[in-house]
C-alpha cells in the first residue's frame, strides 16, 4: 500500500488506525486498546466481541441487581448481601465503561484515536459507523456473529473534512476561515 508510512517499532507497513502494541508485540488493525481483563488488544477484527462483552454484561448486571431489589436480598449481612454489593460494585464500574464505548462507536473513534484526535475524519454517520464495528446485516449486531465491514487497512473518511487537518470544509471543500469565502 503505498500510501501508508512504515511504524518505527516493528519496521512494518502502517496503515490508517493501526497501531503497534507493545504487550503482543504486533501491530494490530483499527487498534482500540489492550485490555488486561481479557488478556488481549481489541482491534479491527475483535472489537465487535468486546462491545457485545461489554453490552451484554452491563444488561445482565443491571437485571441481576432489579432483581436482587426486588426481593430483597441486601440484608441481614448474609452471603447474597455480599454478592449485591459486588454486583453493585459491577453495575458501577461496567455500565459507564459500556457507555463510553458506545459512545465510541457511534462517533467511529478508537481510544487511541481520540486521545490522539485523530479518529474525527473517519465519522461517516452513525449507522455507517456502527456498520464498521458490527457489520453490515442489522440483525446480527447483538449476536457474536458476522464481520465488521471493510478490511481494516481502507477505512471510509467523511468527505465534509479536510483529511490532513481534520477541519471542516463544507461542501465546496472551502474554509470557512478563507477570506474569499461568501458567508452571504
Not at 481479557?38 to 443491571?62: D, E, Q
Request: charged content about 10%; proline content about 8%.
Amino acid at each position: 500500500h503505498p500510501e501508508c508510512p512504515v511504524d518505527q517499532t516493528c519496521s512494518f507497513m502502517k496503515p490508517p488506525r493501526s497501531h503497534f502494541d507493545s504487550v503482543s508485540m504486533s501491530l494490530v488493525l483499527g487498534m482500540d486498546h489492550y485490555c488486561p481483563f481479557l488478556a488481549n488488544t481489541v482491534g479491527f477484527y475483535n472489537r465487535k466481541h468486546f462491545m457485545l462483552l461489554l453490552v451484554w454484561g452491563s444488561l445482565a448486571a443491571v437485571w441481576v441487581l432489579m432483581f436482587s431489589v426486588a426481593r430483597g436480598s441486601f440484608s441481614n449481612g448474609t452471603p447474597s448481601s455480599i454478592a449485591f454489593g459486588l454486583n453493585i460494585l459491577l453495575v458501577v464500574v461496567v455500565v459507564p465503561f459500556c457507555l463510553f464505548h458506545v459512545k465510541m462507536c457511534l462517533a467511529n473513534q478508537s481510544s487511541i484515536g481520540a486521545k490522539q484526535q485523530t479518529d474525527a475524519t473517519f465519522d461517516i454517520g452513525w449507522v455507517g459507523n456502527m456498520r464498521q464495528v458490527f457489520g453490515s446485516t442489522v440483525w446480527c449486531w447483538l449476536i457474536p456473529v458476522g464481520a465488521p465491514e471493510g478490511d481494516g487497512i481502507h477505512w471510509p473518511v467523511n468527505q465534509m473534512l479536510e483529511v490532513p487537518t481534520g477541519k471542516y470544509q463544507g461542501p465546496n471543500k472551502q474554509s470557512p476561515d478563507d477570506p474569499n469565502v461568501s458567508l452571504l
